[in-house]
């Protein structure tokens, strides 16, 4: 009998869009890091961190106001320091696990998240993105229409709540790297969390109190709080549109499939150039989620040498407010809908 003949990936050229499988083979290709460049990336991110950092608290005896304007410019830098340590947390920034881990530990104490914690949340979110029935850890929580329509006027109201754009990128970033982020919420049995959590947490009492010492209470209303705050909230905003848009995909479990899923529920978020870099690329999400294992500073090149995937789930800037009015999964529809399409 001869041998079976060997699967033949087909060239990015006669790959369609929603051949999600045969892209992962493709997208391999992409998933090594280069150890320059990142070392790059990393010097051109966490040293003017540090650089805006330092002169918000020389400003402080000029202008409070002044002050307060380099800490929010600071916010974005600390949007991209956060990317690095995403992307730490996925193995794909260096080569060695090692080096991964032990960045992904310090990054986590200038944006306040456990690295253990969140890679391991993170990874969930990856794992089940799109399944309708396993909702609820990593992600936005989202109702279907008919599970809405099933509640009681109190839990509608609370989801209401939940889904109001003050809510969600007024409080829920605070919510979210102020509090939550001090205690392994849903791995609270695990030694190896809790760790995590509280070895970053006395790293940040420790960055405190410095930064007390150094420029007294203002420095840290001023100049740390509106930092992490602006970075979370763009990171908040940069989550939400990456899966909470019209035509993303949810499937009940037999109907699911991880890279249709991958590919088709995640958007890619078309943004400015300077947004494009404080953000990681992060907006070409669905080629992430695709394919995790391939470095924020070579999404682009991907977007290039594979333009089929540059027309999937296309969101421009403009078009991505309009995802703050969506509430609910439409199964018969197949798309997000308002709570005003239930009327």
Known sequence: MSPAPALKTPPPSETTPDDARNWVRILAKYREPNTGRSLFELSVSILPFFALSLLAYLALPVS???????????????????????????????GNRHANNWLGRGLGVLTLTPYKVWRRTHSIHHSNAGNLAKRGVGDVYTMTVSEYNQQSKFKKVQYRLYRNPLFLFGMVPFLLFFLQNRLPFGLMNSREYWLSAMGTNIAIIAAVALLLWLGGLAGVLLIFVPTVLVAATLGMWLFYVQHQFEETEWQKEGDWQLHDAALNGSSYYVLPAVLRWFSGNIGVHHVHHLYSRIPFYRLMEVLRENTALASINRLTLRESFACARLHLWDEQNHKLVSFANLR
Do not use: E
Not at 68 to 87: C, E, T
């Open 64 to 94: 409070y106001w002044l002050a307060f304007a380099i800490a929010l410019l600071n916010g974005g830098f600390l949007v991209r320091l956060f990317i690095i340590q995403h992307d730490c947390g996925h193995g794909s920034f260096f």
